[in-house]
């Protein structure tokens, strides 16, 4: 009788026991890359500002929602989720905010015909930061809870430069004004400062959603 080595029989069937990815983690996978490629234009935006670039971030936002979309579609349909879906919902919101901050700052900055400064570029900058960080967190979400968790906490550390950026910003901002034009310039440089220290929140408001996540499900 001819004998089989083990790792020959049992390679066919190791596919069998691999564990079915969760479609919810995936699909937040997919949304949080789009925050990604988003905020990667927005840079570029930053460092060139056209149209087309201007375009390209709106492109992906929209991208972004019809996933989000299919994530809430999905999360109506199922009487049973491996996460409360509330936390899925959550976590998913606070991702779409990122990239929904990142198209508003681009359009009202082409708009309103605001040119890129050192402050805004950096701002950009820190927020691709996170969004790289976030991805990673969701991404090991299920595989290495841990290491999400440290992905998460990143993000956070992030959030407190914005934070220290943003006042600087701010306090650069109001340094005797010149003219009417600098107020003008003043106050719609504010509003653009506002919107990109808000998408660093969202993402560390999605970072503290996946945390809770760590704690109660992994």
Request: proline share 4%; charged share 25%; net charge positive.
């Amino acid at each position: 009788m001819s004998v089989f080595p083990l790792n020959t029989m049992t390679n066919p069937l190791q596919g069998l026991f691999k564990r079915k990815p969760n479609r919810f983690i995936v699909q937040l996978c997919q949304q949080a890359a789009k925050s990604i490629q988003g905020t990667q234009a927005l840079r570029a935006y930053m460092a060139e500002p056209n149209k087309s670039h201007a375009a390209r971030v709106f492109q992906l936002e929209r991208e972004a929602d019809s996933i989000r979309r299919r994530l809430i579609e999905d999360l109506n349909r199922s009487f049973v989720t491996p996460i409360d879906r509330e936390d899925l919902f959550a976590l998913s919101r606070a991702v779409d905010d990122v990239l929904d901050y990142a198209y508003s700052t681009t359009n009202e900055m082409y708009v309103l015909h605001v040119k890129p400064n050192p402050y805004l570029c950096a701002m950009a900058q820190l927020l691709h930061y996170s969004a790289r960080e976030l991805y990673l967190a969701i991404e090991k979400l299920e595989r290495e809870p841990k290491a999400a968790n440290t992905h998460a906490m990143r993000v956070k550390a992030i959030e407190n430069k914005m934070e220290r950026l943003y006042a600087e910003a701010l306090a650069h901002l109001f340094d005797a004004p010149k003219d009417l034009t600098d107020v003008i310039m003043m106050f719609k440089l504010r509003e653009i400062y506002r919107h990109m220290f808000h998408a660093v929140g969202s993402a560390e408001q999605a970072a503290n959603v996946l945390g809770d996540i760590v704690i109660k499900f992994y």
